[in-house]
């Protein structure tokens, strides 16, 4: 389906190494970012354009595997070849990177990188309840103001920082109505449509510029709904998306499920809502405030990571789901392991069908997980008509 | 396996087409009644081999295709046969066809050529909830294939040689690739085969085992698929999962041929 976005998001992201080069030859300065927990506040507070480097593909992965073992999950492993092979536009223009220690392999496979560019290593406190984990933390995001600082060559005020949160906010504002466009039933848009022009707009030059371009895009999608137009006729089992592989490149399962007639329509993890609806407190003092907001982000490398659980319950009702996917990357301990309690929650809790795929960049295990992708739309079918007996029999026995 | 006395008696019938990694199996169904039933070997065509499993399914029966009222494929090559009325996976059709034999199953383990799956049905047949092994061979067909070349043995043997076992050994690699030489190894090291069978058996048991644990077992266990023919490795499960597989009557191969005929027939 075509959006009228599309051509110009299109336009930033085909040119985008161009413009960001003309934008550095006008003075401006880029900074990497690799993960859901990079302050970006504060690198709009520093004047810089944010840039992700994540690697989402299978192509760099070769190269990595020429220093890093294979058994790293591809994520980490398509990283860094992106980032060492030459093969990234956009690497080299980054004039620095925040990171974070998020999970072993990210953290181990960082000490590597930065041999190839400065690099700011945040030390992610990973029992964020605990009441010394705020401290340490804001401390660290201190230390990644003054890294910018100093790499940056500017000098970043306590109004810039809170000009810096107005923009993410605003940003993630747009973003959640994007988000939520999708509680309508039929929903406006497929997920593959959804994850490829969202995962496109994770990048941008100007952020004025940006900030209009989701506008549109909210606006297109309210628009679709108001019109009743949807994005198939029918509209086949509807999926909540959670867990790791929610963008463009590694989209092998989601265009599976939508192949076999079902239909994300929330995705809950990076990538998904749940991102971008927890906004960062204007009323604090900045720094604080930015500290707090990505304590917040609940990635399974935290502990004991309630709040995901939590979220995907209240999603799973507002968004009228008929059944939930978990994915993880192969050798990616902490989403697989934390599986097993979504399962838990899904399967035993909230009553909903629930797969978990584990599977990596490769196209080699299609044919397995369409197996499993068709079963599971065929379990998710058999739970509809088992709810649809319960209920008949139900209001049988009660006009009886 | 071919009912006695019936053909001829009932008039329509209904087909299951399951086409395996390794073998391409087919059931025709008449109400209650298993007519007959076909394995063939997958072969390299599996609309080909589809259309052999039909044929013969029709030799058996002494009917005609204008008697069949409907034709239900599954398996990995279910996409393959242009002459099914619809298709659906084979976890539905396992549970279908484990439905159709014994109404109190509640969980099926079938192990074929190339994956392993545990799936909950509810007392309709419907399925519950499934799992799967990863994109490698481990606990499925394939590594026992393998085994048993490495060890010189007929797959069909590995059952009865590894009960010849007194002390199986400590078999590490569940890997089908690392398998070859570790049993090779083994072998070097003057380990007899029936003990290196009943240490693979052990460890695959383990694997499979610990995988049902892992969406849980409940109500009577059947063991359906290829592999299921292994009765020490049968044996081997159900110790380790406590619990006692329901005996079927019919080979536990054509399970998923036959749910997908029991679905066949529900179509109409
Ligand atoms: S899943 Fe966790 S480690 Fe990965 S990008 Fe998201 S927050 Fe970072
Ligand atoms: S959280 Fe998992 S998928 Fe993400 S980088 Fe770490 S190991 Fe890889």
């Known amino acids: 389906m075509e959006f009228e976005v599309t051509e ?33 506040e504060l690198i709009l507070a520093a004047n810089a354009i944010p840039v992700g480097l994540c690697g989402s593909t299978q192509e760099p992965i070769a190269k990595a595997e020429e220093i890093l073992s294979a058994d790293q999950c591809p994520k980490v492993k398509a990283t860094f070849g992106r980032a060492i092979g030459g093969t990234c536009p956009l690497f080299p223009l980054a004039d ?70 107005r923009m993410m906010n605003e940003q993630r504002k747009l973003m959640t109505r994007i988000h939520y466009s999708r509680k309508q039933s039929p929903s406006p848009i497929s997920g593959l449509d959804f994850a490829n022009i969202t995962s496109k707009l994770n990048y941008y030059v100007d952020h004025e510029d940006y900030l209009n371009l989701l506008s549109a895009f909210a606006q297109e999608l309210e628009e679709r709904n108001a019109k009743n137009i949807h994005a198939s006729g029918v509209e086949g089992p509807r999926i909540l998306w959670t867990g790791l592989g929610n963008s463009l490149g ?34 604090l003092p900045p720094l604080e405030a930015i500290a707090q907001r990505y304590l917040r982000v609940t990635c399974a490398c935290m502990t004991p990571n309630t709040q995901r659980f939590e979220d995907l319950e209240r999603l799973c009702a507002d968004f009228d789901i008929d059944g939930v996917i978990d994915l993880a990357w192969q050798f990616c301990q902490p989403f697989e392991i934390e ?14 069908p629930f797969l978990h795929v584990t599977t990596d960049y ?39 | 396996m071919q009912a006695k006395g019936l053909q001829g008696e009932t008039e329509v019938m209904f087909v299951g087409i399951d086409i395996g990694s390794r073998a391409a199996k087919g059931v025709a169904l008449s109400g209650d009644i298993l007519l007959c039933s076909t394995v ?34 599954t398996g990995y090559g279910r996409v393959s046969l242009p002459f099914v009325d619809s298709t659906l996976t084979e976890l ?95 072998l070097a090291s003057g380990q007899k085969p029936s003990d290196i069978a009943a240490g693979l058996h052990r460890s695959f048991a383990r694997r499979v085992g610990a995988m049902a644990k892992r969406i849980g077992i409940n109500g009577e266990v059947a063991f359906v698929g290829g592999v299921a023919k292994n009765e020490d490795l049968g044996r081997l499960i159900c110790e380790y999962l406590e619990v006692n597989f329901v005996r079927l009557s019919i080979d536990p191969q054509i399970v998923g041929a036959l749910g997908a005929a029991v679905v066949a027939q529900r179509s109409v």
């Open chain 1, 8 to 40: 110009s998001i299109q336009d930033v992201h085909t040119n985008l190494a161009l413009q960001l080069e003309m934008a550095k030859d006008g003075g401006k300065k880029v900074v990497g970012c690799l993960c859901s927990y990079s302050p970006t």
């Open chain 1, 250 to 283: 590694c989209n092998k399962v989601l265009r599976l499920v939508e192949e076999s007639g079902g239909i994300v329509v929330c995705s809950e993890g990076c990538g998904g809502v749940t991102r971008t609806e927890d906004l960062a407190d204007e009323t």
């Open chain 2, 92 to 186: 539905s059709c396992h549970a279908a066809g484990a439905h159709f034999l014994n109404e109190d199953i509640r969980t099926v383990i079938d192990i074929g050529g190339q994956d392993s799956k545990v799936i909950r049905l509810d007392e309709d047949g419907n399925m519950l909830d499934f799992i799967m092994n990863d994109k490698c061979a481990a606990g499925t067909g394939r590594f026992m294939e393998v085994a048993a070349k490495a060890l010189e043995i007929a797959l069909g043997d590995l059952s009865s040689t590894a009960g010849k076992s007194v002390c199986p050994c400590e078999v590490t690699s569940m890997c089908a690739v690392f398998a070859e030489s570790e049993v090779i190894s083994l």
């Open chain 1, 339 to 352: 599986s097993y309690r979504v399962r838990e929650l899904v399967r035993d809790k909230l009553g909903l």
């Open chain 2, 40 to 73: 063939l070997d997958s072969g390299v065509h599996p609309g080909k081999t589809g259309q052999l499993v039909l044929e013969d399914l029709l030799t058996q029966s002494g009917k005609k295709k204008s008697d069949i009222k409907f034709i239900v494929g």
């Open chain 1, 96 to 165: 620095c990177i925040i990171s974070e220690t998020t999970c072993d392999g990210r953290k181990k496979m960082y000490e590597l990188l930065e041999r190839y560019v400065p690099m700011q290593v945040m030390d992610l406190p990973q029992k964020p309840e605990e009441p010394a984990a705020f401290d340490h933390w804001l401390s660290e995001v201190e230390k990644a103001k003054c890294f910018l600082e100093k790499q940056l060559d500017v000098i970043i005020t306590d109004e810039d920082l809170a000009r810096g949160i």
């Open chain 1, 362 to 400: 490769s196209a080699q295990d299609e044919g397995q997980l369409k197996v499993r992708i068709e079963g599971f739309m065929e379990q998710i079918e058999a739970s509809k008509q088992r709810t649809r007996k319960t209920v008949e029999n139900e209001s049988r026995r009660i006009s009886a």
